[in-house]
């Protein structure tokens, strides 16, 4: 376990992102299949046996949707309020900051039994800025309705607003959720990893496999490519990005032949300790063998001279 931020709240290096649990209910929500409660049930399951002990879910997954299945399989695996901890976010497009004091009552009542430990501010784009949204915010842990705040996609220059904001109140920003992965290292170059290291913040590393792309699957089985959703739009899954890729999936694909794990668990163990404490990862999960996958990421330990190996193999996305 380690401490999120400069809070009390320790987390396993690996968390669960939920945002699969959407139920395909809203624009977001159909990134994903339908899956179906009792597949829920089994990752969750699977999860808190395998030592996670936290849950990064959001209102924008499905409306709500996501948070109310990640709810009810928590229950239907045996545990109770406070035995594990959930993280979920604040939708601000459109809207002002006074939203988020609005629909906190929605947000507890989705997730009910289980507190809010982390709220987030999930995207730096709203009608008011980061200091109305943190005050909203800090008002909110005032009134015990949450314990902690995060934000997510925000700037070097906005996470030390909210930084400041929140500090002001007496409270610490715990966390930045950014996109991080072997194949996307620009918080390294934009000032994002610097600043959290300066201030103490943690970076939750969201889609840390590249959505797939660094474990290899695609390169090798280049069928795949037919079915990938909205993933058709990205760049690196075009043939540019994949040549582009190639000579890092195949370092990746030669340490796990080294240390007898898959592809996804080496980059997994890179992303959590390559930065020491700084960085915590939330792998989704589909598959009860994709949650096996990221129990086993912490298992192990990359030699100092593989993570330096993976280090300038992957230095051109910085």
């Known amino acids: 376990m380690r401490p999120l931020g400069r809070t009390e709240m320790y987390v396993s290096p690996i ?103 982390l709220y987030q501010v999930h995207q730096p784009w709203s009608f008011s800025g980061e200091k109305s949204e943190m005050n909203a915010m800090a008002e909110l842990v005032e009134r015990k309705q949450i314990k902690y705040v995060g934000v997510s996609n925000f700037s070097a220059q906005k996470m030390r607003s909210a930084w400041e904001t929140l500090g002001k109140n007496g409270i610490p920003l715990a966390s930045n959720q950014v996109q991080y992965s072997l194949l996307n290292r620009k918080i390294e170059s934009n000032g994002i990893m610097e600043t959290a290291r300066e201030l103490g913040i943690s970076i939750i590393a969201y889609s840390p496999l590249a959505q797939g792309l660094v474990t290899a699957k695609f390169h090798d089985n280049p069928e795949l490519l037919k079915n990938i959703g909205f993933r058709k739009y990205n760049p690196m899954f075009k043939r540019e990005g994949l040549e582009k890729s190639l000579p890092l999936v195949k370092l990746v694909k030669e340490l796990a032949v080294k240390y007898n794990v898959t592809p996804s668990q080496i980059a997994l163990n890179w992303i959590i300790y390559f930065h020491g404490e700084t960085v915590v990862a939330i792998p989704g999960a ?33």
């Not at 997954?61 to 979920?88: H, Q, W």
Request: aromatic share 10%.
């Open 286 to 318: 589909t598959k009860e063998v994709h949650v096996k996958e990221n129990i086993g990421a912490i298992s192990f330990r990359l030699s100092d001279e593989d993570m330096d190996r993976l280090d300038k193999a992957s230095a051109i996305f910085k």
């Open 15 to 117: 968390g669960l992102g939920c945002w699969q649990f959407s139920k395909q209910k809203n624009l977001a929500g159909k990134f994903w299949p339908t899956l179906e409660n009792d597949l829920i049930d089994r990752i969750v399951a699977l999860s808190v046996d395998g030592g996670i002990n936290w849950f990064d879910t959001a209102e924008m997954y499905g409306n709500g949707a996501s948070e109310k299945a990640l709810s009810s399989s928590l229950g239907n695996a045996g545990k109770k309020p406070g035995e594990v901890l959930i993280a979920t976010k604040w939708w601000p497009v459109f809207r002002f900051a006074s939203n988020i004091l609005k629909t906190i009552d929605e947000r507890i009542s989705a997730l009910s039994p289980y507190p809010i430990d």
